[in-house]
């Protein structure tokens, strides 16, 4: 006799369970750039041609109010998109968003360096005439992308995160539809697309072995896995973790950013070494601090490797830098992001040796805070030198600081803290940080690497700087009025300069603001 279903029988005890309650204060931050995204694309439609840089200040103006959002979750305790336990109660372990306070240092990152982007940007966006309301649209949903990652607690919602960030910046660095951006746009899209569908094999397999997709749970499912199930789930977790290892550049998957840097318009370059570096970073945090707890000993030496072979990499190249090279500057940055991409990596790799407390996490944290500040200011003077210098050469910067006093200096501190050297205090703090990690993690030989290459990365940081404030080079026959009157900086690059040098300044005379993070607890 056949069965029939009658609503009765698909009913439940509790259909109140079923339903979701939505926490609008904690997903403020993301959803303000979202909607603001989709603010600029349909205000682009309507708004008159000479006056579309008013699309460049509202966002700004969405920016900011996305940071401001922020100061209500300052508490780390809310979380939303969870599901209900059989007490009715929640659990954020069951929880796809999470508030806390590893998720607000790095929306902080994300939206302040979107934020220091636009202030880059308005002036680009007009000078090289590229398309207004595309490219806000671009930079506030790739944004969006990057302040919704740090909070994602399952697979699914770290790959569309991931991708939210991704999918953006491919057109970003290819809006100025010139040979150099195209074929920088392409070498990002390639290695980026392969890099996806590798990491999302890694999460299937994963899936396969946990039996679900929630980090903390997934944890849980992995350490009761049938052995025969092992080599599945480790083959699973190194897959994942090439998807953010692409993101942060580590080697072998950053051959895709010196050409992508040198493509794209400064602003977007110094977005990239950020923004989405630091999503990157959150990614491969979560994932393996979360998720993979069961197979530490796995990824911290994949980490650890990593983080080797990728600041010995970055530095090795960025002493091949000529100074009479085209587009040098960018490229020598694009060279220190990858070095700085090891260091970033080396208290995650501590973190799986079985480091106890959240040490190794808030060292990461908070060399990602100094890290992101500095190069931001080193890219916004290089964005300010290019104006007048469009190959952008080392050479353009010997003698700034007879011509550019107030830039000069800032580069100089910005380089200086990069280097880890004094007076940028900050620099020399958060690299003492990584070091801490690394020996209390059982890491010595990798300390060992990063103290080589940090000595490595001295000449090239303060070759640039002894180039600031040489002698200026003879100005050209007839050049003479333009040499001595420089052109005048834009108010909002003047500002983005400005901000940083400031910020750089004050956390190295209090660099506890920033440190106060080492010691906390992130999750």
């Known amino acids: 006799m056949t069965e029939t279903l009658s609503l009765t029988d698909l009913a439940v005890s509790h259909a109140g369970a079923l339903i979701q309650s939505v926490d609008w204060?904690?997903?403020?931050?993301?959803?303000?750039?979202?909607?603001?995204?989709?603010?600029?694309?349909?205000?682009?439609?309507?708004?008159?041609?000479?006056?579309?840089?008013?699309?460049?200040w509202g966002t700004v103006a969405a920016l900011a109010l996305a940071l401001l959002a922020l100061v209500p979750l300052r508490h780390g305790d809310r979380a939303t998109f969870c599901l209900k336990t059989v007490a009715g109660t929640t659990d954020n372990a069951g929880c796809s968003y999470v508030a806390d306070h590893f998720t607000l240092v790095f929306q902080l990152i994300a939206l302040g360096g979107a934020l220091?982007?636009?202030?880059?940007?308005?002036?680009?966006?007009?000078?090289?005439?590229?398309?207004g309301g595309e490219y806000w649209f671009l930079l506030l949903s790739s944004a969006a992308g990057a302040a919704l990652l740090p909070a994602s607690r399952d697979l699914a919602t770290l790959v569309v995160a991931l991708e939210t960030v991704s999918l953006p910046a491919f057109a970003l660095v290819g809006l100025r539809r010139d040979r150099l951006g195209g074929e920088a746009a392409l070498k990002f899209f390639l290695s980026s697309v392969t890099a996806t569908a590798v990491m999302l094999l890694g999460v299937?397999?994963?899936?396969?072995?946990?039996?679900?997709?929630?980090?903390?749970?997934?944890?849980?499912?992995?350490?009761?896995?049938?052995?025969?199930?092992?080599?599945?789930?480790?083959?699973?977790?190194?897959?994942?973790?090439?998807g953010f290892a692409f993101k942060?550049?580590?080697?072998?998957?950053?051959?895709?950013?010196?050409?992508?840097?040198?493509?794209?318009?400064?602003?977007?370059a110094a977005y990239l070494s950020v923004v989405s570096k630091a999503a990157g970073l959150a990614g491969i945090a979560l994932?393996?601090?979360?998720?993979?707890?069961?197979?530490?000993?796995?990824?911290?030496?994949?980490?650890?490797?990593?983080?080797?072979?990728?600041?010995?990499?970055?530095?090795?190249?960025a002493l091949r830098q000529r100074p009479d090279a085209p587009r040098g500057a960018v490229r020598l940055l694009a060279w220190s992001s990858v070095a700085q991409a090891g260091y970033l990596l080396v208290p995650l790799a501590a973190a799986g040796y079985g480091h106890s407390g959240s040490s190794p996490l808030?060292?990461?944290?908070?060399?990602?805070?100094?890290?992101?500040?500095?190069?931001?200011?080193a890219f916004a003077v290089v964005a300010a030198v290019g104006r007048t210098a469009p190959g952008n050469r080392l050479d353009d910067y010997r003698g700034l600081f007879s011509r550019r006093p107030g830039a000069a200096l800032a580069l100089a501190f910005a380089l200086l803290c990069l280097a880890g050297l004094p007076p940028g205090v900050v620099g020399v703090f958060a690299k003492v940080v990584v070091f801490r990690a690394a020996i209390d993690g059982g890491l010595g030989w990798l300390a060992v690497v990063m103290a080589a290459n940090v000595v490595v990365a001295l000449y090239y940081y303060l070759a640039w700087t002894a180039r600031l404030f040489a002698p200026a080079p003879a100005p050209e026959a007839g050049a003479e009025g333009a040499a001595a009157r420089p052109p005048r900086t834009p108010a909002p690059l003047a500002a983005a300069v400005a901000l940083t040098a400031a910020a750089a300044?004050?956390?190295?005379?209090?660099?506890?603001?920033?440190?106060?993070?080492?010691?906390a607890a992130l999750f």
């Open 362 to 377: 808030g060292a990461t944290a908070a060399y990602a805070l100094v890290y992101a500040v500095v190069n931001l200011g």
């Open 116 to 131: 220091l982007t636009a202030l880059l940007s308005l002036h680009t966006v007009d000078e090289e005439r590229l398309p």
């Open 505 to 519: 300044v004050v956390l190295s005379a209090a660099p506890q603001l920033v440190l106060r993070v080492v010691d």
């Open 204 to 242: 299937g397999f994963l899936y396969a072995a946990g039996g679900t997709l929630h980090l903390t749970a997934l944890a849980d499912g992995l350490d009761r896995a049938p052995a025969q199930l092992r080599h599945l789930a480790e083959a699973g977790a190194a897959l994942t973790l090439v």
């Open 25 to 56: 204060t904690a997903i403020a931050p993301p959803l303000v750039a979202a909607v603001a995204a989709l603010a600029v694309l349909v205000a682009d439609l309507f708004v008159p041609a000479r006056r579309k840089q008013l699309l460049g």
């Open 248 to 268: 942060v550049a580590a080697v072998p998957f950053h051959f895709w950013l010196p050409d992508t840097y040198t493509g794209a318009p400064v602003p977007v």
């Open 287 to 317: 994932v393996t601090t979360l998720a993979l707890r069961p197979y530490a000993p796995t990824w911290g030496l994949l980490l650890a490797v990593l983080a080797a072979a990728t600041m010995t990499a970055g530095n090795t190249a």
